[in-house]
Structure formats: C-alpha cells, structure tokens
C-alpha cells in the first residue's frame, strides 16, 4: 500500500516549456487534490476533484490545468511554465465519505529558470 | 474567508522540555480541524483532527486540543526526532467549498539533545 505516489520528484525547467505532473493513489479514495507550498505562504490549493469526472478550481488555479484520468490518477498541467510557478507541488487524497482526512504525497520540487 | 494563524513561527526545546503550538482560526462553519507533521524534504503527515470545542486527542508525546478559536498541540517531554514543522488546518462546512483546508503557515519545531 503506497498511499500517493507522485513524479518526478525534482523537475528543472526553462520558461515557457511545458509539463505534467503526476499523482496516483491506492487508497481508493474519492477526491483528489493540488497544493503548492512557498515558504512564508502555506500551502495553497490549485486545483481539486471531489469525484471521478469532475474537477474545480482552488484558490490559486491561474496558469494550470488538470485532469482526473480515472479513481487513483490526478494530473497537473503546466502549459507554459513561469519562474513564479517555482514551488514545491503537493497531491493529496481523501474520501469524503469517511472522515476526508487527506492524505499527502512526497512532492515534487519545481524550479523554472 | 477562512484565516488560521499558527504561533510561534518557530519554537526551539531541549530534549525533555514541555511547550505548546498555538492555532488561531476563523471559519465561518467549523468541519474539521486538522494537525499535519512535515518534515524537510516530505509531504505533511495526517497527527490528528478535531471536530468540536473540548475534543481531545492524543499520540505519543503529542496532545491536540480545541476550543471555539483556537487549537492547542502540546508536546510533552520531547525528543530530537519530533523536530519538525507542525502544520494546522480548517475544513470549512460550507457546500462550496467542500472539502477544502485552509492551512496556516505552520511552526518549525527544533528540539535539541
């Protein structure tokens, strides 16, 4: 049981370029979410999904896409990377019908030049 | 709109010594009040939630209490290994903002041997 996984770990990227973020769960879970965290900020919502299909934006959605490719998968976008998108990327889990602790992946580390 | 402040920002302890973390919040329907651990380099790890004013909970050397404004995590007898950032969030009631934590700026916690 790996609980959420996520990739890659680290990612450099230049201006402009583009990438996706990955994040799959095994705990059958319902709702999946996108945080960013910045030092002096917290960590601040993007983007989540409450279920299978749908998918809605947080408090700080501008600049990124996502989509929920099936129950355990979870996607972030980037179309055009910016510096102010260097953060480091958190997904989380949770279900809804329980307690909706969430439950929060490794991160990825992104730094864009 | 859902405000949680966390103090002190960071709390520095020798082995032993009992102190406290303070979470201030205001939210508008309280669903849930949520301690995560983070350690450097890791996504936040799920301590504890708390749902009404009284609750208590408690693990290891950890106790989480609430009260209508704010939460308490206090730390008994600590050791070098519960250094860490201790994160506080609210889950608000409200329909739509289902499922969504609001997370303060957390305190570094630095406990010398």
């Known amino acids: 049981n790996a609980g959420v996984t996520q990739t890659p770990k680290f990612q450099v990227l230049k201006t402009g370029q583009s990438m996706t973020l990955q994040c799959a769960q095994d705990m059958n879970h319902n709702s999946m979410y996108w945080y960013r965290q910045d030092p002096g900020m917290g960590l601040r919502l993007i983007y989540y999904?409450?279920?299978?299909?749908?998918?809605d934006k947080g408090e700080v959605p501008n600049g990124y896409n996502v989509s929920r490719l099936n129950k355990r998968e979870f996607s972030l976008r980037l179309e055009s990377a910016a510096p102010s998108q260097t953060s480091v990327y958190f997904c989380?889990?949770?279900?809804?019908?329980?307690?909706?602790?969430?439950?929060f992946g490794p991160g990825t580390r992104l730094t864009v030049l | 709109e859902d405000q949680v402040t966390q103090s002190p920002e960071a709390l520095r302890l020798q082995e032993g010594e009992s102190s406290s973390l303070n979470c201030s919040y205001t939210?508008?329907?309280?669903?849930?009040l949520f301690w995560y651990r983070q350690d450097p380099g890791k996504g936040p790890e799920f301590l504890f939630t708390l749902y009404s004013a009284g609750e208590e909970k408690e693990k290891e050397r950890l106790k989480a209490t609430l009260t209508k404004k704010e939460s308490f995590l206090h730390i008994t007898a600590p050791k070098p290994e519960d250094s860490a950032t201790y994160l506080c969030?609210?889950?608000?009631?409200?329909?739509?903002?289902?499922?969504?934590?609001?997370f303060g700026q957390g305190t570094i916690l630095t406990v010398h041997p």
């Open positions: 999904s409450a279920s299978e299909g749908t998918t």
């Open positions: 969030a609210v889950r608000n009631a409200g329909g739509t903002s289902y499922g969504k934590l609001t």
């Open positions: 989380a889990s949770s279900d809804f019908t329980g307690t909706d602790t969430q439950y």
């Open positions: 939210v508008s329907g309280l669903r849930g």
